[in-house]
């Protein structure tokens, strides 16, 4: 099963909603919680995850889009390390980002065509999602929701460890 660059930028862009009503708690430093998200019609079927199981990082934790379980459409990793392909990048506007290193560096992995989300971003050349250094880890997941039109969801703000 394959997916094209087109289809998931198409998705990308679709608006999100919980599949449930329930409410969550935002996950403590070695927990994670996944979100069963469909599309406004319910034709499709997508899961955000907040991921902060690493543990020897306390302050690495992942955001991501997934679809269809199986697709990463976008992936948000804040102090992770990461290593973009030498090249050739599958797109001119990635060129630059060729063998780009993430060294406990924030960093947007998005999904491309025979490559899943094995390209990455460094965050602030993402200025749409308006996150900021000062920004707690749940200002950080409102944030990466809103710029994957996830809404309507209930994922309640708890003590950050």
């Not at 979100?35 to 995850?49: H, P, T, V």
């Not at 924030?106 to 050349?125: K, Q, T």
Request: charged share 30%; net charge negative; hydrophobic share 35%.
């Amino acid at each position: 099963m394959n997916l094209s660059t087109e289809e998931a930028v198409k998705l990308f862009n679709i608006r999100k909603i919980p599949v449930d009503n329930i409410v969550v708690e935002f996950p403590i430093h070695g927990e994670a919680i996944e979100i069963e998200l469909k599309s406004d019609d319910g034709r499709y079927l997508f899961q955000a995850d907040v991921n902060r199981k690493f543990p020897y990082n306390n302050t690495k934790t992942t955001y991501q889009l997934r679809y269809s379980k199986a697709f990463q459409i976008r992936r948000l990793d804040f102090n992770g390390g990461h290593e973009n392909p030498p090249g050739p990048a599958p797109a001119t506007e990635l060129v630059k980002y060729e063998g780009m290193k993430f060294v406990n560096k924030s960093h947007v992995h998005i999904y491309i065509e025979e490559w899943g989300a094995r390209w990455a971003i460094p965050l602030e050349d993402l200025p749409e999602l308006n996150i900021f250094e000062a920004d707690d880890l749940y200002e950080r997941m409102e944030k990466f929701f809103k710029y994957c039109n996830i809404e309507s969801y209930k994922v309640t703000k708890v003590l950050l460890l």
